[in-house]
């Protein structure tokens, strides 16, 4: 098991710029594909963005195709997810996820929540208008 500690959330203007980071606490999850998923008041919990156990593969929700990306360092302790071109609906708590999973990593299975194992706790971020 692996203990996931985020970090970097905050308050930003409206097409300000956020960099969220994911540590591991306890364990490690080098071998781990990652994920960030978010969270609004009232709102389900969605998926952001992914990266492969490899690093070679990303993919991303629609809503944020083009403004955030996501990256992990090459001794695969930190995943960071960069936040572009922020936007009011992009407030939401968010969650670094590790996923057990040795499966292609395919959209089809990795945007959803069942794909991980470990979560962090969340940070806050929120866009002002």
């Known amino acids: 098991q692996v203990q996931l500690v985020e970090s970097g959330g905050g308050l930003v203007q409206t097409g300000g710029s956020l960099r969220l980071s994911c540590v591991a606490s306890?364990?490690?999850?080098?071998?781990?594909?990652m994920a960030w998923f978010r969270q609004a008041p009232g709102k389900e919990r969605e998926f952001v963005a992914g990266?492969?156990?490899?690093?070679?593969?990303?993919m991303y929700a629609d809503s944020v195709e083009g403004r955030f990306t996501i990256s992990r360092d090459s001794a695969k302790t930190a995943v960071y997810l960069q936040m572009n071109s922020l936007l009011p609906e992009d407030s939401a708590v968010y969650y670094c996820?590790?996923?057990?999973?040795?499966?292609?990593?395919?959209?089809?299975?990795?945007?959803?929540?069942?794909?991980?194992?470990?979560w962090g706790q969340g940070t806050q971020v929120t866009v002002s208008s």
């Open positions: 996820a590790a996923s057990s999973l040795r499966r292609p990593f395919t959209m089809t299975r990795y945007s959803y929540s069942d794909a991980y194992s470990d």
């Open positions: 306890s364990g490690t999850f080098s071998r781990s594909a």
């Open positions: 990266i492969s156990w490899g690093s070679d593969t990303s």
